[in-house]
Structure formats: C-alpha cells, structure tokens
C-alpha cells in the first residue's frame, strides 16, 4: 500500500496538469464506508426498478410521444432470459477483467483492453443473433433504406469522382441526405469488394468491430482525468457495457464517440505541449477532418474544446503567451484539415461547404416535421440519453458530483474537466441543435460521464462492482429484449 506521501504527491501532480505515472496499487485499500455502501444499494434498487419498469412496459420508459411524438415502441417477441444468456459469454469476458483488476500486481493493460473489446464485440454479435432473424436482420438493417440507407446510396454510385463532384446535389436517403459522404463511402468499399447481399453483412459487422475498437480509445481519454490504470480499465470496461453500443448495432453512429474522444484528447495534449509544432495538433487536425467527413453532427463537440480552452487559459493566468501557444495551434490543426479537404476538392471536385449545406438544408426540413417543442425536447432528450448509458450511470454520475463538491477545487484538472463535459452536454441540450433520438445521436458524447462514473465505480470493493456491472448488463439485456431500436 502506498504512503500518503505517495498519494499525496500524485495528487498534486495530477492537480498541477503534469503528466503522472500510472499507479499499480489495487483500488481500494480502506475498508468500505456506509455511505459508499448506500451509494451501490441505492444504485441496485434504482436499476431494479427501472428493469421490473422495462419488462412491465410501463411507459414512458420507453420515450413520450404525447409530448415529443416519438418512443421507442415495445416488443414482446423476444425472451429475457434467453437474450441474457446469449450475451453471458461476453459479460464473463468482462467480468474476467474486473476480478483481475483487483489484484495486487500491475494490471497488463494490452491483454485486458484486448479482452474487454472482443466482449464488446461479441455483445454486439450474440445480441443480433438471439433474435430470430439472426444475421438475416443484420444485412436487413445495413441494406434498409430507412434504417440507413448508406449502403444503400452507396450501390448506386457509377462513378466515385463524379459523384463526390456533384455530392451536394445528390439524391439520398433520410439519413445521408444531412450526413456527409463518408459512411456512403465506407459502405461502398464493402458493395464494390464483396457485392449484395455480402457486402451489407460484413460491412455491418465491420461497423461493430471499429465501434469495439472505442474500448482501447477510452482507456487513453482517460488518463486525461487519472494517471491511475486500474480506474481507466474500468472506464473502458463501463464502456464495453454501454447498452447504446449494443442496441444500436450496425449503426455508424457506435464509432463516433471514438472521433469525439480522439478530438478531445488531441487538443487537450496539443495544450499541454511545450513544441513549436505540437504532433498532437497535427493529429488532431487529421482527425477533424475525418469526423467532418463522417458526420457533422461530431462538430458539437467544439463546445468541450471552447471550454477547456477557456479553462486552460485561466490556469495560464491568460498570458500573452498562451494566447499565442492557443493561436499557433488552432492554426495547426486548421491547416492540416483544411489541407485535407483541398486535396480532395483538387482531386475529385468535392465541395465540402456546399455539402454541408445542402445537409443543413435537409436537417431543416426534417426538423420541422418532426415538431419538437424546444421546452418539452430539452427536459426529455437527456432521459433518452442516459437511456443509452443504461440509467445507472446517471446515479453514479450524481454521487461522484457530491463527493467532487465535497473537494472542490477548479485547479484540480480532472474536476475542471468532468464539469467542462457536463457543461458540453448541457449546451448541446439547451441550443437544440441535436434534437431526438439522443440515446443514439448523443452516442457521441457518452464518454464524458464514462469517465466520472468509472471514477465513483473504483471507489467501491469488487463485490459491490461486480453487482453494479451485473446490474448493467440485465439492463442491457432488457432493453434490446424489449425495446425496438432499429427496424429495417
């Protein structure tokens, strides 16, 4: 067990913004309080009554269409019980993880990490199978024009430059008519290598895959907050159990939150460094350009970047200096993805200012047909998205906000930044700019309380994790049994 001179040395690094060292001590050294004991009974009974909620079909635990017109509707078709044991197999891979965290000796980050993105994977994989339709419904859903239709406009492309060439006036489906072409192109890579109805199946496990892959990404955004491997491993393992990851497979929308965490994650270090011509700002200038190139909807996240830009100077005690450093790297990262965009513009006529618009267009008319009343939308939306965290994050999530008032202080860099990304969310929310849906359209933003609720999750003694990890993947089970999230 480490000293206190240890603890409080980390700590002090870790408030000062230095880069620290992981630290291999088990998580847990003092015995457990009645009050974290509270915490995990008091989490348990909520997630009990939401899940007996769930299989009773109480509404409006599905949504509130009286209000906002839309829900996700019920479904009666599909066993609990068997869907829990479909997806047992994964969880006991994570779970595996878990019980090895708890251990004395370093955790091996590379293996775990390893075993906790092919249970996500495999999450995805028997979830879609236990329903009877099986891989059938997987192709049904990437092929759907509705559902999709990605891949869709994809097999009616003839001619890629051309068509890149005249984007901005192409006829498409619901959804890639406000998106821009990279996940057509994505999909179309899959139709031209392995033709229908091939294609839309692998392209669709492909997508579960790459979403699977945010696991490895998780435990590197991370260590933004903590230094600490076994807190990040359970950051990533919360993650792996997002129920949204599951119940949304194959949408494109599972592989964003990886975009958004790269682009966080790249901006916050390319602060940080002390270079003339920082790679992190060159990363995160390829990055932007590939999640404007995806979808535009990940531009939301400039609100976390605004912020803790805001918040970087105030720690620079708003130096001309800094202003400069911020200047010179915005400038960077600008340049890099601009550069991007004119190689392609060059190359194939892509106008990726006009496709934007002509998306925004389409978003516009979408939107007004949707009639969703801002005042109800914004009271409503963050329900469906901590839907998609599985409802005990948002517990976790108040807890760990009571424990921080309890120490606040805004020098502390992993305080500034859990209120920086609830401060993100709550913009999101009140600007309306992503409205409905928000259990899969604010997918994206899932990492921002990932990270706090791992935080108030290593507090507790591997028994209470166990139950509380237990408790989200019943959740996650019960939701797709009897939920519809996507239809064909």
């Known amino acids: ?80 019980f068997r869907l829990a044991v479909f997806l047992l197999g994964p969880f006991a891979l994570i779970n595996f993880v878990l019980r090895k965290v708890e251990g004395k000796s370093p955790p091996r980050v590379s293996i775990y990490l390893g075993f906790l993105a092919l249970g996500n994977f495999l999450m995805q994989i028997m979830a879609m199978l236990a329903d009877a339709r099986g891989t059938e419904l997987l192709r049904d859903i990437v092929a759907s024009p509705s559902a999709t239709s990605y891949y869709l406009d994809a097999s009616r492309i003839d001619h890629l430059a051309v068509w890149l060439r005249h984007f901005d006036q192409a006829s498409l489906g619901f959804h890639s008519s406000t998106h821009p072409p990279g996940p057509i192109l994505f999909y179309y890579a899959f139709f031209k290598g392995f033709g229908f109805p091939e294609g839309a199946l692998i392209g669709g ?47 494109m929308d599972q592989v964003y939150p990886i975009l958004s965490m790269l682009l966080i994650l790249f901006w916050c270090k390319s602060l940080e460094s002390r270079r003339e011509i920082p790679w992190e700002a060159l990363c995160f200038g390829a990055v932007l350009f590939v999640s404007v190139f995806f979808a535009y909807n990940l531009l939301a996240t400039g609100a976390f970047l605004a912020y803790y830009a805001i918040y970087w100077l105030w720690r620079q005690r708003w130096r001309r200096a800094s202003w400069l450093s911020l200047l010179r790297i915005s400038a960077i990262s600008g340049a890099v993805c601009a550069a991007a965009f004119l190689a392609l513009w060059l190359s194939t006529g892509y106008n990726p200012i006009a496709s934007f618009r002509h998306a925004l267009a389409y978003q516009a008319i979408y939107s007004a047909m949707l009639r969703r009343p801002y005042l109800i939308s914004t009271l409503v939306d963050p329900y469906d998205f901590f839907l998609g965290a599985g409802i005990l994050a948002l517990p976790l999530l108040l807890f760990h906000l009571y424990r921080m008032s309890q120490e606040f202080d805004p020098r502390r860099k992993e305080i500034a930044l859990t209120l920086i990304g609830l401060a993100t969310i709550l913009t999101i929310d009140f600007t309306g700019i992503l409205r409905g849906e928000t259990s899969r359209v604010w997918l994206f933003l899932q990492p921002l309380i990932v990270v706090p609720v791992a935080m108030e999750l290593s507090r507790y003694r591997g028994r209470w994790r166990l139950a509380l990890f237990s408790m989200q993947w019943l959740i996650v089970a019960c939701l797709k049994a009897k939920m519809i999230f996507i239809r064909p």
């Not at 979403?211 to 990040?232: E, K, P």
């Open 205 to 251: 496990f492909a997508v579960g895959f790459v979403g699977s892959l945010g696991i490895l990404v998780t435990y590197a955004f991370a260590g933004l907050w903590t230094g600490d491997r076994r807190t990040r491993l359970i950051a990533s393992a919360f993650y792996a159990l997002l129920p949204a990851l599951t119940i949304f497979f194959p949408e």
């Open 1 to 80: 067990m480490p000293g206190l001179s240890e603890i409080a040395a980390a700590t002090e690094n870790s408030a000062s913004g230095e880069e620290t060292a992981p630290q291999d001590r088990p998580i847990l050294q003092e015995p457990q309080s009645w009050l974290l004991i509270f915490e995990a009974v008091a989490t348990l009974a909520l997630g009990a009554v939401f899940l007996s909620g769930v299989i009773l079909e109480k509404n409006p635990l599905n949504g509130f269409p009286h209000l906002t017109g839309w829900e996700w509707p019920w479904r009666s078709d599909e066993d609990i």
